[in-house]
């Protein structure tokens, strides 16, 4: 009976010790996350045709939506309520910056962007470019997309795309901060960037 309790002993203490060692993986590793910048470097094409790069992320705080004008619901909405949402965190516009990215490039071009983006704001910055830079970037920040045919029976005719719903947190050095997730909480998403602003 001796024998059995110390080994049930020893086994708990070795489960103990892998859990132990296994959150402390996971703890390391959140933690370098946070310590350098999120994502990965990108050229891209602004809406009004400047380059913008990874450079731009480490000026000032950012939000970053994934998303493409064909969108019927989610991405418009999201946009208006982000504008609602930094005319309050940051009523002057000076401490932060707030960027649309497309994940469907082949429509979206930046002239596309300019007039789509600034029917609900002027303080959101749309992106798209070279496709398979954009694609590169969009998989070095951790976002889904795919492209959905609307009739699965013409593969090659119109489609949509499926993608990430959450605004992306980034602090003045381009470090991952949080997410605002699609449908949250107005006051929640407010008080999100205050803290993003004030670090």
């Known amino acids: ?10 086994f708990v203490v070795v489960l103990a010790g892998a859990f132990g060692w296994i959150a402390f993986q996971w703890s ?37 939506f994934f998303g493409f004008t064909h969108c019927p619901e989610v991405c418009p909405t999201t946009l208006y309520e982000l504008d609602g949402w930094l005319s309050q965190a940051d009523p002057d516009g000076d401490d932060m910056q707030a960027l649309f990215v497309t994940v469907d490039p082949e429509r979206d071009q930046p ?11 002027d303080r959101i910055i749309g992106l798209s470019g070279d496709p398979e830079k954009v694609r590169e970037m969009a998989r070095g920040f951790k976002v ?14 119109d489609y949509t795309m499926d993608h990430t719903a959450s605004v992306f ?19 929640t998403a407010v008080k999100k960037l205050q803290n993003l602003i004030s670090g």
């Open 144 to 157: 889904y997309f795919k492209k959905v045919p609307i009739d699965e029976n013409d593969p090659d005719g």
């Open 1 to 10: 009976m001796t024998a059995i309790r110390i080994i049930l002993l020893t």
């Open 169 to 187: 947190l980034l602090d003045e050095d381009g470090r991952f901060r949080g997410t605002i997730s699609y449908g949250e909480n107005g006051d």
């Open 28 to 64: 390391s590793s959140n933690e370098a996350l946070l310590e350098k910048p999120y994502g990965v470097a990108f050229d891209l094409i602004d809406q009004n045709g400047n380059r913008f790069t990874e450079d731009e992320l480490h000026t000032r705080p950012t939000a970053i």
């Open 111 to 121: 002239e596309i962007l300019k007039d789509y983006v600034s029917n609900v704001s």
